[in-house]
């Protein structure tokens, strides 16, 4: 499986900034994802990653408060913006081959005051 | 869209007894059926998984069962130990695209 890592692991914030959150593979994978979780909930996803294309977002979420970058094979950047108390949560990427398991990071802790 | 539910919400066992968590989906067009166990604090991790060619899959205490016609799936713990305390996440996939997860099962395992 895939070892992936996230920065930061936590941060907290002032509302009306942006952060920009990084996921590293170790190895090249066919799919990224980016998934919000608050706490006690399960996993919402936000968008699909395309490498060397736009990100597919899910229903209720949008490029201009979350956009996504994919420059290659094994990174990717989820940028939440303009930020308000209501985005603090967890956000998780996670990586996978096409067809099958996905592994996520450890996730990046957001507390937006 | 696809929908998938998950029952019990949460569950309390012996050590040493089973667990059963049930999910059900809306898609007929999921084919992958992932399982991944949360603990307090960290990444979700996969477990078990099943795709729809498949009825059951095991791996020692853990198994996995489907059923397309009525489009449920379950996980099955046997021999319960402390340490599978933990949230449990069952998810529904078409082809590894479009994860959509179950609302979790918190499993308390009491000794």
């Known amino acids: 499986s895939a070892v992936i890592s996230q920065k930061p692991s936590r941060d907290i914030c002032q509302r009306g900034t942006s952060l920009t959150i990084q996921c590293q593979v170790d190895?090249?994978?066919?799919?990224m994802f980016w998934y919000r979780q608050q706490p006690g909930q399960s996993l919402t996803l936000i968008a699909t990653a395309n490498q060397g294309s736009e990100a597919t977002y899910e229903s209720g979420f949008v490029i201009d408060k979350f956009p996504i970058s994919r420059p290659n094979l094994t990174f990717s950047t989820l940028t939440v913006s303009n930020m308000s108390p209501e985005d603090s949560s967890i956000y998780l990427c996670?990586?996978?081959?096409?067809?099958?398991?996905?592994?996520f990071g450890p996730g990046t802790r957001l507390l937006v005051l | 869209g696809e929908n998938v539910e998950q029952h019990p919400s949460t569950l309390s066992v012996q050590e040493g007894d089973s667990a059963v968590i049930k999910c059900t989906y809306s898609d007929s067009a999921s084919n992958y059926f992932p399982w991944y166990k949360q603990e307090l604090g960290k990444r979700p991790q996969l477990i078990i998984d099943i795709r729809s060619n498949v009825g059951e899959k095991k791996d020692q205490r853990i198994a996995v069962t489907l059923n397309k016609t009525a489009k449920h799936f379950s996980l099955h713990i046997t021999e319960t130990q402390p340490e599978d305390s933990a949230v449990y996440f069952c998810?529904?996939?078409?082809?590894?695209?479009?994860?959509?997860f179950g609302p979790g099962t918190r499993l308390s395992v009491l000794p």
């Open positions: 996670s990586a996978g081959g096409g067809g099958g398991a996905q592994y």
């Open positions: 998810a529904a996939s078409n082809y590894g695209q479009n994860f959509v």
């Open positions: 190895s090249q994978v066919t799919m």
